[in-house]
């Protein structure tokens, strides 16, 4: 009974956080309404966004009012987990409402794109020669949210200090300041402030204010939406490209990286491992895919060099906005592609895949046990790493959690692709779009269409959820609510009525 009752507390706020989650998320979805303004020609569209937003918050209202816990709770990785899940899966589900009569999809496409969008991945279904100015900017405010973390930012803006449960679970245990509420504030200060400068800069390279602030905000959150069928293709400029790369990078950078440059302290970030092995992956995948793929492809040399180097940037730091088409490209240059998207970006960033820190960690392992190999046996190896200004000593734990989560990554991108591979397509393509899809990158090869089995696109929407969460922390959330949903249900032992009776 007691365990019951501990249980039930712990749901209830678990279930007014959700609560709270959806109602700040319900507000959200109106924000396209803004537009009305400069394009009231779509104002018979209005009522997609508002109604779905009124059963949303309606929705989160309650659970809020009913479940809100008298004191506040400190919540666990695990049920801050169980919060993450839920949120997404529920708020996910709310925005992809007004894509079905807007854009003309059916649900199953409706919800792809919607998680495409959250979890900043790119990769579309949608007509953009077809659709609103609404469904447009849409598309960009969720990426835009989803960067910056839908749960942590959502939540602790209001509801305050509630433990690390929730930004362990996005894959944000690293925090700018003690607090969760303090950190996120920091995060919304450097992220608004990256939109707004790239907003402005896509302007002065020459595209309307609308496109800049739609792609300002798919660089920054590292998500790829465009306005144009063509990408950053689109507009053939180096000037524009030059502003994406930029955008591309800030926002491939963690958080707590981007603050040590917001305060001047380049030392730090120099010193980051993340930092180092993104300025040895560019110039060195840049310059194999110009050489070898790109060089024999574009007569003008200089065209050559900016695909190569645009397309490697893209695919590293998981943005996905792309400037040509991939299917005259080599097997080298593919392979380049998906191995950069498999490493993926910073970790506390608006990026995924693997994650540059856990690559760079896999690396140094392989030079500590070399070296332990070379030194007699009983000689102590200290296995030192800087993070931020300090230098903290890599355990054994540490080592078994990284390579239980590359397992657990590389297990879930092969049964993907021999999804893909079942349905007919061939082995290099799926390769490229799953890890497109589980790297949250948004590049596609041209295979991920609304023609694509709908098994197949629930297998990519599985990928970018879990390839935009932290993938243990999501695994073991799910077997605990599964477990705990168990106990709750289980009815009450005889011995234990008897006891109650006898109370």
């Keep these: 009974m007691r365990e019951k009752e501990y249980l039930k507390a712990r749901y209830a706020a678990i279930l007014a956080s959700l609560g709270m989650i959806l109602m700040l998320a319900s507000g959200l979805l109106v924000t396209p309404l803004l537009a009305l303004a400069a394009y009231p020609n779509e104002a018979g569209d209005a009522w997609a966004f508002l109604v779905p937003a009124a059963v949303m918050g309606f929705i989160g209202l309650g659970l809020w009012r009913f479940f809100r816990p008298s004191t506040t709770v400190t919540l666990s990785v695990q049920e801050g987990g169980v919060i993450v899940m839920a949120a997404w899966l529920l708020v996910v589900l709310f925005s992809a409402v007004p894509l079905m009569p807007l854009a003309g999809l059916d649900f199953t496409e409706a919800y792809f794109e919607a998680m495409s969008g959250w979890t900043t991945t790119g990769l579309s279904l949608v007509d953009l020669t077809q659709a609103g100015r609404l469904v447009l900017l849409w598309r960009g405010i969720m990426q835009l949210a989803g960067g910056a973390g839908l749960a942590i930012l959502m939540m602790s803006a209001v509801v305050g200090p509630v433990g690390v449960g929730i930004s362990s679970a996005e894959g944000r245990a690293d925090q700018l300041a003690p607090h969760v509420k303090q950190s996120a504030r920091l995060v919304l200060m450097i992220y608004g402030a990256y939109a707004l400068v790239g907003a402005l800069a896509y302007v002065l390279s020459g595209m309307t204010v609308f496109d800049a602030l739609n792609h300002s905000f798919a660089a920054i959150s590292t998500g790829g939406f465009g306005t144009r069928p063509e990408s950053i293709g689109y507009w053939d400029s180096p000037a524009v490209e030059a502003v994406s790369i930029v955008l591309m990078i800030l926002g491939n950078l963690s958080f707590v990286t981007a603050w040590f440059l917001w305060r001047g302290k380049f030392k730090a970030v120099f010193r980051n491992g993340e930092v180092r092995l993104m300025a040895f992956l560019i110039p060195v995948s840049g310059a194999v895919v110009f050489l070898l793929t790109t060089a024999g492809l574009y007569p003008q040399l200089s065209k050559a060099a900016r695909v190569a180097f645009f397309e490697t940037i893209s695919a590293l730091t998981t943005t996905g906005f792309s400037t040509v088409s991939y299917t005259n490209w080599n097997g080298l ?81 092969a049964v993907g692709v021999l999804i893909l591979c079942g349905y007919g397509y061939s082995l290099k393509d799926s390769l490229f779009e799953y890890a497109s899809s589980i790297g949250t990158v948004g590049l596609t090869i041209g295979i991920t269409t609304t023609s694509m089995p709908d098994v197949a696109i629930w297998s990519e929407t599985a990928a970018m959820f879990l390839g935009r969460l932290e993938l243990l922390v999501v695994f073991v959330s799910a077997i605990k609510l599964a477990r705990d949903s168990g106990r709750l249900l289980k009815p009450a032992t005889s011995a234990a009525v008897l006891a109650a009776n006898r109370r």
């Design 333 to 413: 240059g593919i392979l380049v592609m998906i191995l950069l998207m498999l490493i993926g970006g910073g970790t506390c960033s608006t990026a995924g895949g693997i994650k540059q820190f856990r690559v760079h960690l896999m690396w140094k392992l392989l030079v500590w046990e070399i070296r332990r190999a070379l030194l007699p046996p009983s000689a102590v190896l200290e296995r030192p790493l800087w993070e931020g200004e300090k230098v903290v000593y890599v355990d054994d734990g540490r080592v078994r959690q990284l390579m239980v989560f590359v397992f657990l990554y590389l297990l879930t991108y």
